[in-house]
Structure formats: structure tokens, C-alpha cells
């Protein structure tokens, strides 16, 4: 329930509104609760008016007259409730939304400055339930479960003052089986809440059946299973639909229980009332009017069930929210003050990094330095603590201890824009937006130019790719537009790295889904290109390795090998191995092509 | 060359916004209600008998205790539809008083009122439960017959909104039906009541009605616009979100995090100020309809007031008349609210029937000849010329025939059309009849299912389904048990890794499998097309990089899979290739060479050539992996 009060600073916020919505909510009520009143008086003055014509001490036109007031009195308060009611809503979700339009932004910069360890412990769908369903939850603890609880608090207040002061016997009699019907509400609520929450997993489950089913529909039907697989779907459909009947049976009985123990009252103010009114006690019009205020309080007994559970919601709701909003970013940017134009020049001084959840070390103990300018090639099994050591360049990870220097400068003494500027890194998995294919290549800046961007799509290998395409370079991506081979995304991919022209590039592995051919026609483009760059690249093939200045063999986080090519062939370690296993394998598609050809 | 009719999918994209009636959809919705129709009868005849007593309740206050026990001034011209008779009948025979008398009978009215109110939402939601349970079962195994051919074209998700969503639409469309039913009748009864009691009153208060009816209208049609300008907003919203989720490295790596948080914050409040609007709408509608109508109370006081002064109407009919008045307004609320409903219901009604009248299917012959219990396991392809789209022809004219009991290797480079060919052989497309033979007999001639429980099938990627790994074998076959189950996985060496999962052949599977290694996932594909042991077996050989080891262990598999079955392999590995007894090289859609290894040797052609380059299977991956 904790997590509620972070809420409250919306209503700090926008105080103003809040309290005058309160006043209003208090105005509208105690308006309310004058109307059976008047309607009282009206019934009182046309049985006194009744009595007076039969006896025939007034004429018909002076006691229709002592109706105008009650009727005039009636119209007004409904005009000055519906006015305060109207405002007052107003204002309560008005507070509503604009917090939930505050807290999606909050959430989605805060998202921005995640690292990937919180992704791997988020996944997106979780994190997109929480924008979503969460901030929904606190839009209508806000604009919903605060307005109905002072407005339920209210109304059983201004109801019982008024009918009170009509008569505290009766009231008090009515008073006596509402902590009954009170307790059945709540008891009820509970079970609906728990049987609508069984409903929406079943509706999950559905959902998440035929998906799966329709994922795998080419093994169902070659495996002729078309007919047990209905079958087993109809067993879903029909719990689905038996939990909803649950759920309907349940709500239902509540309707009906309801108003049946509703009914005491009414029987306590025919019964009673009638006695009282034998007595003398209470009029005509108050017995009436009885009828109108127990309606008035017992809407609250009513729903004062269901509004615990939405608070429940709401509570937990807030707090998942706040879990991540209070999630402290694994990497901090506080640059220094003073940090010099990286020439390209780069220490790596015993780097060591463990993953949290693991035992073993990433990388353990690394040092090595490049000079501007020299292009490094990183080789190693999977899971040697390639990806992890550049993704350190980067700051996409912090080292556990050790520290990468650009000129001497510790990277983290960059500020981190400016870093990931000078070091770009493309990533393994070519993920590309649902934008156009230039938008996607002048990612970093959209106002680059036409010309600049068919250029790098050129070094990129992407020129055949783009004059295959409907709209050329404005060709939309993705699921509306056209989709792209594992190779034309990478080489995308590479484009937009290479585009920002940084002193250090980083490329991790991006060439797995590119023909050798291509590859080698790239790099050469790319010496070219980047004749003063310093350039660092994980790959598994020697022939791409071979081109760098220097090969860096990494075996479980640590350096085993370095040195050029020659060098290492000579060594006859793992890559003089490596060398000779792949000298002469060659890829049978491949082959088969140029066989063929 | 099949006849393949151009269809257009792209419909299954097609954003629907819908009109508010279609009374041919609504026709096609009660066709599924119709077998429930005893049922649905008999909860509309409860709400009329629960309405009924509903409305008396009043009229017992009224007319029996305030007009005829405290006032004591019964007036009989006006209507009690014998509440009266019966109070007095009641008092007759037990010989309680009159005010005691009242009371039970405004208990037991009570009493029964809700009992029949309960059973009607409860069988009105029965029927409407399993009408929409039948079209979900409909629609699902519609969908289930639908081709690989529409797969092909159609995302899933587009599919499976239609099975959940919009069928939940429809529930609420019927479910909205039935309120209305349960408003008007008592709306309906208790005017029958009013204008019996006093004419020039109730069409006083009926002023109300179309006033309520416009003001209903016209904020539904202001509301309609902001709430899809909402829902726009809010969709785009969470796209962005996703988006940049899912590319979170790359927008943090090229510092666009500023600019993507101004994009979703412009999003953002575009949709705050279309929240505005709504909440202004919303906010004056629902106090309007909330508050205005105790302004009937006022004209019942002034004109039902002047009418009891001059005694045309009693006391208790002036109280009567405050008490209906809520009632008086409710349907126009309610019709309201289904008014949004129905625009929504209409628009999934249209994709529901959409996919349900999409027929697209394989042909199965009208008479299908019945295949003996056991094939012998010959194939033939006869000039077979096939493609997806109408003259773009992927196999050309292809022709030959495998022996019972051969194993051959189909070679080619990529889009040669390998693929192609096995999937005709499993009936997953339509092509052109006598073309393909099945121990003599045309598969066109054969039904689709029947194809397909003679050939196994086993393709690159292995789809697991959330179950066990039983389960995931046996695919719920009852005809394969437990044990063969197990020993089919045996035989494929699958069974030692199995053995070391924590809970054996009951572990659960998720569905992307992440639990499991391409190598095991490969051997459960084996277990399970040996677990069904179809006559004849087509595999499209992994190209997926697994370590030596397991390599091996998949190989010797094979050699189980493979004895005594006719097979066709899709190969990428040397020694696949080797082992078969036939291989065809095929290349452009056409059968380029096809013979033994040793002939195609000597025949010097494309898979001399292959040979000659010294190819070896493992990928250059492999070697540091």
C-alpha cells in the first residue's frame, strides 16, 4: 500500500484542483441529498392541501401555490448538482491522465538509460504490460478510486445527516441490517475479483494456444493432426467459457442478493414507518422520502467491496511501476571535465568482468593497446568473452575492475554521447526500425544528406540491394514494408555504423550472414574509407582475420594469442589450427553455386 | 501447370472501422445462437415474469400501503393490478392486518423478482457463452484447414486476433442484447402503468425521452471521433514503445534516446489532449444523464400534485410516478452504450466472417481412392511443372521415380527448388493431377490427410509445442504409446539426454524451446516421425551448426531412420550424401542429373565438379565452436 503514496504528488501537484473537486464533490452531494427532501415537502403540502380542500378552507389555486416552491427548489438543486458534478469530474481525471501521461514519459526515459543486464531481467513484454496495464492502474487509482471513495463517504454522511434529522428512530432502525448486507458485498467482490482474474487467464491461455498452434500449423498438418488439434482447443474454448460462466453466475447472484437483502429496509420503513406515521411521528412525505435516502446509503454499503479490490489493484499496480522507475541505471554519466578528442589510440588495462548471476569471470584480467589507426581482429570460441569485451568499449557493460583509456583519458570520464559518438559499435543482431531504409542508415541524424547516405550504402554493399527496391533508399522495412535477407540487414546494419565515420569502430561479428565474397569486398572498401579509423572486429573466419594488423585469440576471457597473422601461424597455436582447418572447407551451398554456374 | 487463382491476402490487413448495422451479419451471428434456442426463450420469458415483478414493487408501496393502509383512501378506479384484492385476500385468510399483509407480499414479490432476474442472466449468458464457444470452434477449425499457401501470405497474429478478440467482441455485442431486453421490458410496463394511472403526466414526463435520445445521439457521434483518435494515439503509443525497446542498443549506441523521447513525447500529448476532450465530453454527458432527470420530479410534484389536488389521481400515484422516474431514462443510457459496442462488433463480425468465408484449400478428390493398410513406398513424378504465383514456374517438367525402400539425396543451390519439391509431395499445395504417383496412384486422387499419415515429414526447424516432451513426440497420437513413444526416442539415441532433464519424458517444453539445443531438438524431430511411423520419409537435412559429437550421434540416427523406408533427403552434409543410394541434382526447377554415386562420377558433371572441390560439410562456424 506504500507504493500509493508516491502517487500523492500528483495531488500535490495539481492541489488546487483537487480540493476544489472535493468541495465540489461535497456541494454536489449535500444538493443531492435536499432533493427528496423538497420532494417530501411537495408530498407533505399536497396531502395538507388534499385534507384543506375537502374541508374547504382553500381554494384550489392557493394550495397548488404551496407546490411552486418544492418544484422550484428541486429544479435548482439539480442544476447546481449537475454544475459542481460536471466540474468536479472534470477536474479528478483530468489529475487522472495527465499523471498517466507524465508517468509513461518518465518510464520511457528512464527505460532509455537501462543497461543490458536490466533487459535481460525484463523482458518486453513485461516491461510493455507495465506501461501499459500499470500506468492504466494508477490513472484510475487517480481519476477513479480516490473520486468514489470520498464521493461513497460523502454520500452515506449527507444521507444519514438528513435522514436524521427526519427521524433517528427510523433511520436507526434502518442502520440495523446494513452491516449484513455490507458483509455479504465484500465477501462477493472478493470472489468476482478472484473469478474475473481466472476469466482473463483463460482468455491468455486461448490466446496463447492458438498462437502457438498457428506457429506451428505446417508440422500440424504434415503430421495430419489438424483433428486432435481442435480437440484440443475445444478443451480451452470450453474452460474459457466455463470460467466465464462462473464469473457470470457469481456477479449475478450477487445482483440478486443484493436488492433481496435491500428489501429489509424497505420493510423496516413500510413496517416501522407506518407505525410512526400512525403515531404521528413522521409524515407522508418523510416515509416517502425514506425510500429515496435508503437508496442514498445504500449504494456505498454496496460498493464499498469492490472499491477495496480496485485499490488492491491499484497498489500493486503502482508499486510494479515504481520498481522499475526506481531502478537505479547500471551505468552512470558523469563525465569529467576535462577529456581530450580520442585520436584513436586505446589501453585496455586488466579488464576484468563477471556477469552477476555468474560464477565463472567474462573476462578476466585483459591488457592490450592499439595505436590509431590499426585494425584488430578478435577470434575465439563462443562464449570466450568476445561480445562482452566490446561491449566495455561502449559502456554498455562496466567493468567489474581494470579500465579502458582513450588517450590516456578513462572512458568513463567521457561523457557518454559523446563516447558512443567516437566509438561506434554496430551489434551482432542487425536490428533495424520499421522506417525507411534511409532512416534507418542516418539513424544517428535524420538531416543527413541524400547524397552522404547513398555513399556509405555504397561502401556497405548495399547498392544492388537498393536499386532492387520499389522506392529505392525510401523503401519502408519491416513488417508493412519489405523484408530483408539476414545479409541486406546486416549490411543496413553496417551502414549506420559506418555513417557516423567515428575514430574507433567496433564491429561485432556482422558479417555472419554475408557471403565471403561480399565481406572481403566491404573491408577492402572500408581501408579506404577509414584510412586513419582504429577498428576493432570479432569474426570466424581467418579470411577476414588475416587483413587485420593484429589478431587477438580470447579463450575463456583471457588472451591466449596475439599477433599478426604471420606471427600466429608461425606460433602453431589455436588460430595456426583454425587456419589450417578452414584452408580448404568450403561452404557446400556455395560451392554448389559455383559448381553449378 | 495447377491453376492457381491470384488471391488477394493483404484484406487480412485491411483496417476495418465498420458501420454501426449489418443486418446480414447480425442474421450470421444468430445462426450460431439458433441451436440454443429453447434456452434463450426460456430467459426472455423469465426477464418478462421478473419485470413484471419488478414493476409491482412500487405499486405495492403505493397504491396498497400508502393509498390504502395509511392514507386509508383506496381509490378503485385507479389500476393495482390487484395487489389490492391480494393484500386484503392475503389478510382474509391469515388474519394479519392489512400493513402486514403488504409487507409479505413485498417480500415474496422481491424474493422472486430477483430469482427470476438471476436465472435469466444466467441463461442468457449460457446461451451466449456456447453460441460464441461453437463459433470459436468454427473459426478455429476453419483456420486449422487452411493451406500453407494462405500461412505463407497471412501473419499468425492476424489470424489469431480474429479466434480471440473479435469473437470477444461478439460477446459483448450479444451480452449487450440481453440488457437491453432486461431494460426495455420493464421500461415498457411501467409507461403501461403510468398512463393508466394519469395520461397528461406521463406524456409530460415523455418529453424527456427524445430530449435524453438526442443528447445521447449526438454525444455518441462526438465521442465515436475523439475515442479512435484515443485509440490511434494509444497504438502508436505502445508501437513506439516496443520498438524502441526491442532496439534499445541501437538507440543508446547512436545517442538517439533525446530524439525518440521527443517523438513519444509529442505522441504523448496528442493523445492527452484527445483524453481532454473525452473527459469533458464524458464528464458533462454522464452528469447530465445522472442529474437532469430528478427534474422530472419537479413536474411530477407541480402537475401530478394539481392532478391529486383536484383528487383525478391519489397520493400514493404521485410517489408512484418519483419512483419510476429513474427507470424512465435508463434504456436511452443503455442504448447508448451499445451503440459504441455495435460499431466495434460489427467491425470484428466483418473480419470473423472474412476469414470464415476464405476458402482456400487444398483440393481433396470428391471420391478418394483408400490406400492399403501398408504402402510398398514407390514415387513417381511425372512432368511435373509447378508454381507459387501463375507463371512463375519453380520446377520445370520434373520426372522420376524412386524404388520401394530407397533412400535419395536431392542436392542444389538455394532456390533451386528442393524445398518445393517435398512440400507438393506432402499435398501442401495444389498442383496439377497425374503428375505425382504413390505406388501407382495419383496423390490428387487421395485425401490430403491420408498423404500426409504415409509421409513424414521432418523439416529444418522443429516445432515444439508447450507440453511434454511425451507430448512433443507422440504429438497426442493415442495410437502411439507411451512405450513406443520411448522406444522410438531409444532408437534415435535421443533417450540419454532425455534420461538427464530433470524430470525426464515429462519435462515441459516451452514453445521456442530455448531448453533445448539444436542437436536434441533435431533428435526429438527424429523420435517423433519415428514415433508415427509414416511408409515413407522426407527430411530437409539442418544446415544449423552442432557440435561433432552430437553430429555424430544424429548421423547414426538417420541410418535407424532411414532402414527399410523409402526417404527423400534434402542433404547439406557429405556423408548424407554419401550414404544415399540415389542422388538427383536438381537446379533451376529442373533434374539435372539423377543416378548413383559412382555413375554421376563418370558422368562428369555438376556433382563431379562438387566432388572435385574437395567440399567438406562443416561449416567454417563449427570449427571454433
Not at chain 2, 422516474?325 to 459504441?340: A, E, H, K, S, T
Request: with cysteine; glycine share 6%; charged share 20%.
Amino acid at each position: 500500500m506504500g507504493s500509493l503514496l508516491r502517487l500523492s504528488i500528483y495531488l500535490k501537484r495539481y492541489a488546487w484542483s483537487f480540493w476544489l473537486a472535493v468541495a465540489g464533490m461535497l456541494i454536489s452531494r449535500i444538493f443531492e441529498g435536499f432533493i427528496p427532501l423538497f420532494v417530501k415537502n411537495g408530498i407533505d403540502n399536497i396531502a395538507a392541501g388534499q385534507t384543506a380542500l375537502t374541508s374547504g378552507s382553500i381554494d384550489y389555486q392557493s394550495a397548488l401555490n404551496t407546490l411552486a416552491a418544492p418544484a422550484i427548489s428541486i429544479v435548482i438543486c439539480v442544476l447546481i448538482q449537475m454544475g459542481t458534478t460536471i466540474a468536479y469530474r472534470i477536474a479528478m481525471r483530468r489529475i487522472g491522465v495527465i499523471a498517466s501521461y507524465d508517468l509513461r514519459n518518465r518510464l520511457y526515459q528512464h527505460l532509455q538509460l537501462q543497461g543490458p543486464i536490466f533487459f535481460s531481467r525484463h523482458s518486453i513484454g513485461d516491461l510493455m504490460a507495465r506501461a501499459i496495464n500499470d500506468i492504466n492502474l494508477c490513472r484510475e487509482i487517480l481519476a477513479g478510486a480516490i473520486r468514489m471513495t470520498l464521493i461513497l463517504a460523502m454520500t452515506a454522511l449527507v444521507g444519514l445527516t438528513f435522514m436524521f434529522t427526519l427521524s433517528v428512530n427510523l433511520t436507526l432502525a434502518i442502520l440495523l441490517p446494513m452491516p449484513l448486507i455490507g458483509a455479504v458485498a465484500w465477501y462477493f467482490s472478493k470472489k468476482i475479483y478472484a473469478a474475473s482474474y481466472l476469466v482473463q487467464e483463460g482468455f491468455s491461455t486461448l490466446s496463447t494456444f492458438v498462437q502457438e498452434n498457428l506457429n506451428g500449423i505446417r508440422t500440424v498438418q504434415s503430421m495430419a493432426q489438424e483433428e486432435r488439434e481442435i480437440e484440443r482447443f475445444d478443451q480451452v474454448n470450453q474452460e474459457f467459457a466455463d470460467r466465464n460462466l462462473d464469473l457470470f453466475n457469481m456477479t449475478s447472484f450477487l445482483s440478486a442478493i443484493m436488492p433481496i437483502l435491500a428489501a429489509s429496509g424497505t420493510l423496516i420503513i413500510i413496517g416501522y414507518g407506518s407505525v410512526l406515521l400512525e403515531r404521528g411521528e413522521i409524515t407522508v412525505g418523510t416515509f416517502a422520502a425514506f425510500f429515496s435516502y435508503l437508496a442514498l446509503v445504500l449504494w456505498p454499503v454496496r460498493e464499498a467491496g469492490s472499491l477495496v479490490t480496485q485499490w488492491q489493484r491499484g497498489a500493486s499496480g503502482t508499486a510494479r511501476l515504481f520498481e522499475i522507475l526506481d531502478y537505479e541505471p547500471e551505468i552512470q554519466d558523469q563525465p569529467s571535465l576535462d577529456f581530450p578528442e580520442p585520436s584513436g589510440r586505446i589501453q585496455v588495462q586488466n579488464l576484468t568482468y563477471r556477469y552477476e548471476d555468474k560464477e565463472k569471470y567474462a573476462l578476466e584480467d585483459v591488457s592490450f593497446e592499439v595505436s590509431p589507426g590499426e585494425t584488430i581482429a578478435l577470434l575465439g570460441r563462443v562464449g570466450s568473452g568476445k561480445s562482452t569485451l566490446l561491449r566495455l568499449f561502449v559502456r554498455l557493460l562496466e567493468p567489474t575492475s581494470g579500465q579502458i583509456y582513450l588517450d590516456g583519458h578513462p572512458i568513463n570520464g567521457f561523457p557518454l554521447a559523446r563516447l558512443r559518438e567516437r566509438v561506434c559499435m554496430v551489434l551482432q543482431d542487425p536490428f533495424l526500425f520499421a522506417d525507411s531504409l534511409s532512416d534507418n542508415i542516418a539513424y544517428d541524424d535524420p538531416n543527413r544528406d541524400h547524397q552522404e547516405i547513398l555513399e556509405i550504402a555504397h561502401a556497405a554493399a548495399l547498392e544492388e540491394t537498393i536499386e532492387g527496391f520499389p522506392e529505392g533508399l525510401n523503401t519502408v522495412l519491416g513488417e508493412r514494408g519489405v523484408t530483408l535477407s539476414g545479409g541486406q540487414k546486416q549490411r543496413a546494419a553496417l551502414a549506420r555504423g559506418l555513417i557516423r565515420r567515428s575514430p574507433i569502430l567496433i564491429l561485432d561479428d556482422c558479417f555472419s550472414a554475408v557471403d565471403t565474397e561480399t565481406e572481403e569486398k566491404i573491408l577492402s572498401g572500408l581501408k579506404k574509407v577509414r584510412s586513419q579509423a582504429t577498428t576493432l572486429l570479432v569474426s570466424h573466419r581467418v579470411s577476414t582475420a588475416r587483413h587485420a594488423d593484429r589478431i587477438i585469440v580470447l579463450e575463456e576471457g583471457r588472451i591466449i594469442e596475439m599477433g599478426s597473422h604471420t606471427d600466429l601461424l608461425a606460433a602453431g597455436g589455436f588460430y595456426a589450427n583454425l587456419e589450417a582447418s578452414q584452408r580448404n572447407r568450403l561452404d557446400l551451398v556455395s560451392r554448389l553455386d559455383e559448381a553449378a554456374s | 501447370m495447377a491453376v492457381v487463382r491470384k488471391l488477394d491476402h493483404s484484406i487480412f490487413d485491411a483496417h476495418i472501422e465498420g458501420q454501426a448495422m449489418n443486418v446480414e451479419y447480425l442474421k450470421r451471428i444468430f445462426a450460431w445462437v439458433a441451436p440454443h434456442k429453447a434456452i434463450a426463450s426460456l430467459s426472455i420469458g423469465l426477464v418478462l415474469v421478473a419485470s413484471t415483478l419488478a414493476i409491482l414493487l412500487p405499486v405495492v408501496i403505493t397504491r396498497v400501503v400508502i393509498d390504502g393502509v395509511i392514507l386509508n383512501q383506496p381509490d378503485a378506479l385507479l389500476p393495482d393490478f390487484g395487489t389490492n384484492e391480494l393484500t386484503a385476500w392475503i389478510a382474509g385468510v391469515t388474519g394479519w392486518s392489512a400493513l402486514v399483509s403488504a409487507c409479505v407480499i413485498y417480500a415474496v414479490f422481491t424474493l422472486f423478482c430477483h430469482i427470476f432476474y438471476h436465472a435469466h442472466r444466467v441463461t442468457f449468458a449460457r446461451t451466449v457463452l456456447c453460441a460464441l464457444r461453437d463459433m470459436r470452434h468454427d473459426l478455429f477449425a476453419h483456420m486449422e484447414h487452411r493451406p500453407a499457401s494462405f500461412y505463407d501470405r497471412v501473419a499468425v497474429g492476424r489470424v489469431m486476433t480474429r479466434i480471440t478478440n473479435d469473437v470477444q467482441a461478439m460477446f459483448e455485442l450479444l451480452m449487450g442484447m440481453g440488457m437491453l431486453i432486461g431494460e426495455f421490458v420493464p421500461f415498457f410496463l411501467g409507461l403501461a402503468i403510468m398512463l393508466a394511472i394519469d395520461v397528461e403526466l406521463t406524456l409530460y414526463l415523455m418529453i424527456a425521452i427524445p430530449v435524453f435520445g438526442l443528447i445521447t445521439y449526438f454525444f455518441r457521434q462526438a465521442t465515436r471521433r475523439v475515442y479512435r483518435l484515443i485509440r490511434n494515439t494509444v497504438s502508436r503509443l505502445n508501437q513506439n514503445l516496443q520498438e524502441n525497446l526491442a532496439g534499445m542498443q541501437v538507440v543508446q549506441l547512436s545517442n538517439r534516446e533525446k530524439r525518440n523521447l521527443q517523438t513519444y513525447r509529442e505522441i504523448n500529448s496528442d493523445n492527452l489532449k484527445h483524453e481532454q476532450q473525452a473527459i469533458a465530453l464524458e464528464s458533462s454527458y454522464g452528469a447530465f444523464m445522472d442529474n437532469m432527470v430528478n427534474v422530472a420530479l419537479a413536474v411530477i410534484i407541480w402537475i401530478g400534485g394539481g392532478s391529486a389536488l383536484q383528487a383525478e389521481i391519489s397520493l400514493g400515484s404521485v410517489i408512484l410516478f418519483s419512483q419510476f422516474v429513474d427507470m424512465f431514462i435508463r434504456p436511452i443510457r443503455v442504448l447508448g452504450q451499445q451503440y459504441n459496442i455495435l460499431f466495434r462488433a460489427m467491425a470484428s463480425a466483418e473480419r470473423i466472417f472474412q476469414a470464415l468465408d476464405w476458402h482456400e484449400q487444398i483440393k481433396d478428390p470428391e471420391h478418394p481412392i483408400r490406400l492399403p493398410a501398408r504402402l510398398k513406398g514407390a514415387i513417381e513424378f511425372r512432368h511435373l511443372t509447378f508454381g507459387y504465383d501463375p507463371g512463375e514456374p519453380v520446377l520445370h517438367d520434373v520426372s522420376f521415380t524412386i524404388n520401394p525402400g530407397e533412400n535419395l539425396a536431392v542436392v542444389g543451390p538455394t532456390g533451386s527448388g528442393k524445398s518445393t519439391l517435398i512440400r507438393l509431395l506432402g499435398r501442401f499445395y495444389n498442383f496439377d493431377d497425374g503428375t505425382i504417383f504413390l505406388d501407382g496412384v495419383d496423390i490428387n486422387q487421395l485425401t490430403a490427410a491420408d498423404v500426409r499419415s504415409r509421409i513424414g515429414v521432418v523439416m529444418q526447424d522443429f516445432h515444439i509445442f508447450s507440453g511434454t516432451i511425451l507430448d512433443n513426440i507422440s504429438l497426442g497420437n493415442p495410437a502411439i504409446s507411451r512405450e513406443q513413444a520411448i522406444e522410438a526416442a531409444k532408437s534415435v539415441n535421443a533417450d540419454s539426454f532425455i534420461e538427464g532433464l530433470p524430470q525426464g519424458y515429462n519435462t515441459v517444453l516451452v514453445e521456442r524451446g530455448q531448453n533445448l539445443s539444436q542437436g536434441q531438438r533435431q533428435l526429438l524431430a527424429f523420435a517423433r516421425v519415428l514415433a508415427a511411423d509414416p511408409e515413407i520419409l522426407i527430411l530437409d537435412e539442418a544446415t544449423a551448426s552442432i557440435d561433432t559429437e552430437t553430429e555424430q550421434v544424429i548421423q547414426q540416427a538417420l541410418k535407424t531412420l532411414l532402414k527399410d523406408r523409402t526417404s527423400i533427403l534434402i542433404a547439406h552434409r557429405l556423408q548424407t550424401i554419401q550414404e544415399a543410394d540415389r542422388i538427383l541434382v536438381l537446379k533451376h526447377g529442373q533434374v539435372k542429373e539423377l543416378g548413383s554415386h559412382d555413375q554421376l562420377m563418370a558422368l562428369r558433371g555438376i556433382y563431379y565438379t562438387l566432388n572435385q572441390l574437395q567440399f567438406q560439410e562443416v561449416s567454417l562456424k563449427e570449427d571454433i565452436t
